[in-house]
């Protein structure tokens, strides 16, 4: 039995959805600290205010609770997909590409 990536890739296209939705929401809560720290940094030194300080910090700790929950949920699902490709025989299908010349690994 040949793999390849598209193969294993597409071979369960539930695993590759919910990994590939988790990482555009880690992605987009990333994206917000920068700008909430210009907010901060804007807010206190410019306007010499500290009132959105409490909003912030709120946001933050969301944004935080969000991007743990996103990265728990990317790694469990690529350990689930891992252990599906195992069950694909991944192991014979890496050894036949070992042995065949195609695939070099190293050892020292």
Known sequence: MSLSFPRILLSNKRYSIVVLLFII????????????SKILLDSIFAHRSA????????????LAVVQLFASFVVSYVSSLWTLDCNNHNIGTFIYKLITSGKLYVFSL
């Open 25 to 36: 929401i880690s992605i987009i809560t990333t994206s917000f600290f920068p700008w909430l």
């Open 51 to 62: 009132s959105f300080l409490k909003y912030i910090i709120g946001v933050v700790i969301l």
